[in-house]
């Protein structure tokens, strides 16, 4: 697959994933529907276009969710084990 250039594309797509955060999912398929029935594309080669890039932006979403999730977790662990020690300091 190639790098999608045209400013079109991504408006578009960046547009319908903020006016419509859950609508789409990370399966193209689906938001190859979904931005049909959003948007009235008479050519079909753009809406694959519009919802690859949809699809795209969010697996990059979910991606970027996962790992602040991951953070979150280290982070809170790193806190529990520091209140452990000093608990075992004071004792």
């Known amino acids: 697959m190639g790098n999608v250039k045209p ?3 991504k408006r578009t797509a960046k547009m319908l994933v903020e006016m419509h955060p859950d609508a789409f999912t990370t399966d193209f398929e689906f938001n190859k529907r979904k931005v049909a029935e959003l948007l ?3 050519s079909e080669m753009l809406r694959n276009q519009i ?7 969010v697996k990059r979403q979910k991606l970027i969710e996962q790992k602040l999730a991951m953070r979150q977790e280290i982070t809170m ?3 529990e084990e520091y ?3 000093i ?3 004071t004792s």
Do not use: N
């Not at 919802?51 to 932006?57: D, E, K, S």
């Open 7 to 9: 400013k079109l594309v």
């Open 40 to 42: 009235d594309i008479s």
């Open 51 to 57: 919802a690859g890039y949809v699809t795209r932006l």
């Open 77 to 79: 662990t790193d806190e």
């Open 83 to 85: 209140i452990k020690r």
């Open 87 to 89: 608990e075992g300091f």
